[in-house]
C-alpha cells in the first residue's frame, strides 16, 4: 500500500540548470502535473534566483529561446525570502565564531552589511570566502577584518560568481 501522505519535492538552486537540461526538467515536471497527488509530487518547490516564469532560456534543440512561462505555465505562487536584517547577519556570523572561535571585527560586520545589503547567498559568499578560502582566513587565531571580506567581493565579481536578479525576463540562461 502507498504512503497517503502528499509527497513535497524541492528543487535547490533549480536556475544553475542551463539550456536544455533545464528545459527537460521543467517539461518532465509539467507533463507529470496532471497526475498528482497519486503518482506524483502534490506540490513542487522550485529555488532560484529568478522566478520561473522570468526565464529565458536558450535550447540548442530548437535553436531558439524558450521563455521559461510558456514550459511551466502551472505556478502557483512566488515567494521572496527576505534579506538578513542587520541583527539576523550578526546572528548567523556568531554562529561561525561559536564553532570555531574565529570573530569579526566590528568593521568587518559592518563591510559585509553594506556590501551584501543582507542578501542570503551574498552574505554567506562573502563570509565562505573571508573564512574558508584565504590562508588568512583559515587561522583560526586571528580575527575577520573589513580587508577580509572586500577581497573576497572583488574575486567573486571577477569570477562572475556574483549574480544579481536581472530584471523581469533579462537573464538568459
Known amino acids: 500500500m502507498a504512503d497517503p501522505r502528499p509527497l513535497v519535492l524541492l528543487i535547490d538552486e533549480i536556475d544553475t540548470l542551463v539550456g536544455d537540461t533545464l528545459l527537460s526538467v521543467l517539461r518532465q515536471l509539467r507533463a507529470g502535473y496532471p497526475h498528482r497527488p ?13 522566478d520561473v516564469r522570468d526565464y529565458r532560456i536558450y535550447s540548442t534543440a530548437q535553436n531558439a529561446l524558450v521563455l521559461g512561462g ?13 534579506d538578513f536584517t542587520e541583527a539576523e547577519t550578526r546572528a548567523l556570523l556568531a554562529q561561525h565564531t561559536a ?19 543582507g542578501q542570503p547567498w551574498l552574505v554567506n559568499a562573502l563570509c565562505r570566502e573571508a573564512c574558508f578560502e584565504t590562508e588568512t582566513g583559515r587561522d583560526r587565531t586571528r580575527r575577520i577584518a573589513a580587508g577580509d571580506i572586500l577581497d573576497p567581493q572583488e574575486r567573486l565579481i571577477l569570477e562572475g560568481g556574483i549574480e544579481t536578479p536581472p530584471a523581469s525576463g533579462a537573464g538568459v540562461l
Not at 497519486?38 to 529568478?50: K, N, T, V
Open 38 to 50: 497519486r503518482r506524483f509530487p502534490h506540490s513542487i518547490i522550485l529555488c532560484g534566483l529568478r
Open 99 to 117: 564553532e570555531t572561535g574565529q570573530g569579526f571585527t566590528d568593521e568587518a560586520l559592518e563591510a559585509v552589511r553594506m556590501r551584501s545589503a
Open 70 to 82: 510558456s514550459v511551466f505555465n502551472i505556478k502557483s505562487k512566488s515567494l521572496r525570502l527576505g
